[in-house]
């Protein structure tokens, strides 16, 4: 599909646009909502400038692809629920999304997606990371494309929450996933491991499982498969949450960098 509605510039051939040409905070056209449908599934991550969204008018952006998710480990914001707010400044022990990831795969049905709007960013610093699980999978050997499919990967959130907040009585998501998953709509594969919510793999020894998913993180580690976002105040960062990792760099403290997110619900991963 050509884009007529809006302009797309890829920032590699393998993961990232920036998308030119569209008002998130007004109700988009059936013609600029499809051809903003059709970035995302084309580049997985995509990004705007010099947004103004209120919370229901960012909410009402993302319900555009789907129902709205609770976050199952942060409260959202008092008056709106679906809403996280993402926010490090000097006191900060921890920020959200340090460490390599997808966004929930220990929810039965993992996110759909995230919307990220950022409303304060450090002066230095503060980028994150996007991976394309689409072109990790597509660089395995074929050996190990046969070896990975039909094996399933345990994912737990218990132990990314209970140790941030060691106060809370909750028990945490836990959930069985394909490792290969086929995305709803591209119908391509990915890469469906993380390194943050992954415990193990099912049906084979817990070394050889953790040999695997080591060498399997090494290899969508690859700077081949990435993209950088470096973020101005009113940037917005929406990826599809099926066939990405992404990763928060943390290299601004003490400094403020501030935003909300909101995720837009998926189904279960096959
Ligand atoms: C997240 O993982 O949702 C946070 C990403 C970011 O703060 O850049």
């Not at 995230?114 to 960013?121: C, G, I, Q, T």
Request: contains cysteine; charged residues 20%.
């Amino acid at each position: 599909m050509a884009y007529d509605a809006i302009e797309v510039k890829p920032m590699t051939r393998r993961i990232g646009a920036e998308i030119f040409g569209v008002d998130l905070g007004q109700p988009l056209s059936n013609r600029q909502y499809e051809e903003v449908h059709q970035a995302l599934m084309e580049h997985q991550v995509i990004f705007f400038r010099d947004q103004e969204m209120s919370h229901d008018q960012h909410k009402a952006f993302g319900r555009l692809f789907g129902k709205l998710a609770i976050h199952s480990g942060v409260p959202g914001l008092p008056e709106h629920k679906e809403v996280v707010a993402i926010h490090a400044d000097a006191t900060s022990k921890f920020v959200a999304g340090e460490n390599w990831h997808s966004d929930l795969t220990a929810d039965a049905e993992p996110p759909l997606g995230s919307v990220l709007y950022m409303k304060v960013v450090p002066e230095s610093g503060g980028d994150t990371m996007f991976a394309s699980m689409y072109a990790a999978y597509d660089a395995l050997s074929p050996r190990m494309k046969t070896y990975l499919d039909g094996m399933t990967a345990v994912h737990d959130a218990n132990h990314i929450y209970k140790a941030l907040f060691p106060d809370v009585e909750k028990q945490y998501p836990r959930s069985s996933h394909p490792v290969i998953r086929t995305h709803p709509v591209t119908k391509r594969k990915s890469i469906f491991v993380n390194p943050s919510y992954t415990t193990h793999l099912e049906g084979v020894s817990k070394e050889e499982g953790d040999a695997i998913l080591n060498y399997l993180y090494l290899h969508c580690m690859n700077p081949n498969f990435q993209c950088r976002f470096r973020w101005a105040p009113n940037s917005v960062a929406f990826w599809d949450n099926r066939c990405t990792w992404h990763q928060a760099i943390w290299d601004y403290f003490p400094d403020t960098r501030s935003g909300f997110r909101v995720t837009v619900a998926g189904d279960k991963p096959f």
